[in-house]
C-alpha cells in the first residue's frame, strides 16, 4: 500500500483532526473456528511518513513470517486496538455476516472506550455498514489495500486466528486445522464426513 494514498491521509487533507478507527475480520469462509473481528486507532498525528506505514497491506498479500513481525509493531505504535473470536455459536445463531458485523459492533465500542474521547470515524472493511453504531462509519470494498487502520485491524485478526486453529489442530487432530485453519479443503471435508464435526465446526454450514 502506498502510505501516501491511504484512506487517512485523504481524511486528513479534507480537514478531519479526530480519530480513525479501522475495523476488519478474517474467517467467514471457514467450516471450523470462530471468525475473528479486530480494530486498530493509530494517533492523530501520525501521518504518511511514519514508517510502519509503509510496510502494512491487506494480509493476505503479506507472508505469514512478515505478519507476524508486524504484529508486535502495530500494538506498539497505535493508541488503541481489540480483538474478539466469534464463535462457531454466535455464527450459527445469527449467520456469518451478521455475526461478524455483531463482533465489529463489540470492537469499535472497546477501541472508542479506550481513546478518552474525541471525534470519530470508523472505516469499514467490506460493503456493509455496522448496524446500531454510534459513530461516523465508512465501509470501504478492498478497505484492507487502502487503509493503514483496515489493514493493520487485518493482519493482526489474521495472526491470531491462524494461531488459534493451530491450537485447535491439537485439540481435534485429523482435521488438519493447522495447515487449512478450518477452510473447506478437499481433506477437511473428506475428514468431517469420516469423523463426525467437532465442538469448533459451525453447524449452520454445509459439508458437500
Not at 85 to 108: F, T, Y
Not at 118 to 146: C, H, M, S
Request: with cysteine; proline share 6%.
Amino acid at each position: 500500500m502506498n502510505p501516501h494514498q491511504s484512506l487517512e491521509v485523504e481524511a486528513r487533507e479534507s480537514g478531519y483532526r479526530g480519530w480513525i478507527l479501522g475495523v476488519d475480520e478474517v474467517g467467514r469462509g471457514p467450516l471450523a473456528g470462530p471468525a475473528t473481528v479486530a480494530c486498530v486507532a493509530f494517533p492523530c498525528e501520525c501521518d504518511a511518513e511514519f514508517p510502519l506505514f509503509a510496510e502494512l497491506d491487506d494480509s493476505k498479500k503479506l507472508t505469514a513470517r512478515r505478519r507476524d513481525r508486524l504484529v508486535p509493531r502495530i500494538e506498539a505504535s497505535s493508541a488503541a486496538w481489540a480483538l474478539l473470536d466469534v464463535s462457531p455459536e454466535k455464527i450459527d445463531e445469527l449467520n456469518i455476516l451478521h455475526a461478524c458485523l455483531w463482533g465489529m459492533r463489540q470492537v469499535v465500542r472497546e477501541v472508542v472506550g479506550r481513546l478518552g474521547g474525541g471525534e470519530i470515524r470508523v472505516f469499514v472493511d467490506g460493503n456493509q455498514r455496522i448496524p446500531e453504531l454510534e459513530w461516523a462509519q465508512t465501509p470501504y470494498v478492498k478497505g484492507d489495500a487502502r487503509s493503514w487502520s483496515i489493514a493493520a485491524a487485518s493482519i493482526l485478526a489474521k495472526v491470531h486466528r491462524d494461531a488459534l486453529m493451530v491450537e485447535y489442530d491439537a485439540l481435534y487432530p485429523g482435521y488438519g486445522f493447522a495447515s487449512n485453519v478450518g477452510y473447506p479443503t478437499a481433506a477437511h471435508r473428506a475428514a468431517l464426513r469420516e469423523l463426525g464435526p467437532t465442538p469448533i465446526h459451525r453447524r449452520s454450514f454445509h459439508v458437500k
